[in-house]
C-alpha cells in the first residue's frame, strides 16, 4: 500500500497540460461535455474530485455512481444522479462526492477526444492528486471467463509498449506506461476482496474488434484458425493477458499529463478457446461488475485512509 508521505505528495499535485495555449484562451468550450469555462464553474463543480472511473457505455457509468454512493454512503432515498453533459449525447458524466463516472465510447478515437476535453475539465477545476481508472469489458487470452485484469502496460498490435499518432503529418510516439504502485495497490485491494480470479499482466490495444484482434468471424478475413493461434499464443508469450481498444491513448494521454492512472478489466471470453461471446446475459452482467467492485472497494478504502 501506499504510505502516508506518498499519498500526501501525491494529492498536493496539480493535474497539468502539455499545452502552452490553453493558459492564453479566455474562454474553452469542451464541445462534447456542453460545457464553458465561461457559463461553468469548473472549481466548484470539480474541484473536490480525487478520482475518476471512465468506462464505454452511459450506462454502465451511471450504475457505476449508483454502487459508489452506496458504497461510501453517500446515497439519498429518491435521489437521482443526474447526467452533467445532458445537453449532448456524446458522453456522460455524473458525480458523487469526489467521485466523476465518465463514459468514453467505443475505441481509440472516441476515448481520446473525451481524455482531451476530461483532463483540461480537472485542469480549469484546479483538481489536485487526482486518480484516474479505466473499468471495462476484454477478451482474455488462456484466462477463464470473468477474470479481472490489472494493466501493468498497454502495448499494441505488435506488441510494443507504445501509442503511435500522425500529428501535423509526423508521426509521434508515446509511451503507454502506467503507474505500477496504483497496479500492485489495486490487485492487493482484489486479494482481500478475495471474490474473483485477478491478475496483472500487458493489455493489448486494437484499432479493431474483428480483423484487430484476429476475429475469424467478421465480414472480412485473411487468414486461418492456425495463424489466429499463433499469433496470439505469441501475444501471451509476449505477457498479454487481455485485449481491448482504449488503453493505449488512455496510459499515453494519463501518463503525460501526470495523472496517476490504471486499467482494470475483465474479460468475457478466453480467445484461445473463440472468437464469439456467448455467455448468457445474466452471467455477462455480473461479469461487467467485477471492476466495478474492485474499485469501489478501492475508493472506499483509500477514503478511509484519507
Known amino acids: 500500500m501506499a504510505s502516508s508521505g506518498e499519498l500526501e505528495n ?23 461535455f456542453n460545457l464553458s469555462t465561461t457559463t461553468h464553474d469548473f472549481p466548484a463543480m470539480f474541484g473536490d474530485v480525487k478520482f475518476v472511473c ?14 459508489v454512493a452506496s458504497e461510501l454512503g453517500l446515497d439519498r432515498p429518491g435521489v437521482d444522479y443526474p447526467n452533467i453533459c445532458a445537453g449532448t449525447d456524446r458522453y456522460a458524466m455524473f458525480k458523487v462526492g469526489p467521485v466523476l463516472s465518465v463514459s468514453h465510447g467505443m475505441g481509440i478515437p472516441s476515448i481520446a477526444i473525451m481524455l482531451h476535453e476530461l483532463i483540461k475539465l480537472l485542469y480549469h477545476a484546479r483538481c489536485s492528486g487526482v486518480t484516474i481508472i479505466r473499468i471495462g469489458t476484454s477478451g482474455g487470452i ?41 497496479a500492485q495497490e489495486l490487485m492487493q485491494w482484489s486479494t482481500d476482496l478475495s471474490e474473483f480470479t485477478t491478475v496483472v499482466g500487458n493489455t493489448m490495444c486494437t484499432l479493431d474488434f474483428y480483423e484487430g484482434q484476429g476475429r475469424l468471424d467478421g465480414a ?4 486461418t484458425e492456425k495463424d489466429k493461434q ?28 501526470g495523472l496517476r492512472a ?13 472468437d464469439q461471446i456467448s455467455s448468457p446475459h ?25
Open 282 to 306: 445474466e452471467v455477462l452482467a455480473e461479469y461487467q461488475q467485477r471492476p466495478q467492485r474492485l474499485v469501489g472497494y478501492f475508493i472506499k478504502k483509500c477514503l478511509s485512509m484519507a
Open 54 to 67: 471512465v468506462g464505454g457505455s452511459p450506462s454502465r457509468m451511471k450504475a457505476f455512481i449508483r454502487y
Open 220 to 223: 472480412l478475413c485473411s487468414y
Open 142 to 182: 488462456g484466462l477463464e471467463p470473468g477474470s479481472v485484469v490489472i494493466t501493468r502496460q498497454a502495448v499494441d498490435a505488435c506488441f510494443k509498449p507504445e501509442f503511435e499518432q500522425v500529428v501535423l503529418g509526423k508521426r509521434v510516439v508515446r509511451s503507454t506506461d502506467l503507474d505500477e504502485q496504483l
Open 262 to 274: 490504471a486499467v482494470v478489466c475483465v474479460t468475457l471470453l478466453n480467445r484461445l478457446k473463440g
Open 230 to 257: 499463433e499469433y496470439l499464443r505469441a501475444a501471451y508469450a509476449a505477457g498479454v493477458r487481455n485485449i481491448e481498444m482504449e488503453s493505449s491513448v488512455f496510459a499515453a494521454m494519463c501518463s503525460a499529463c
Open 10 to 32: 501525491h494529492n498536493d499535485c496539480f493535474v497539468k497540460l502539455c499545452n502552452p495555449h490553453v493558459a492564453t484562451m479566455k474562454e474553452d468550450v469542451l464541445y462534447h
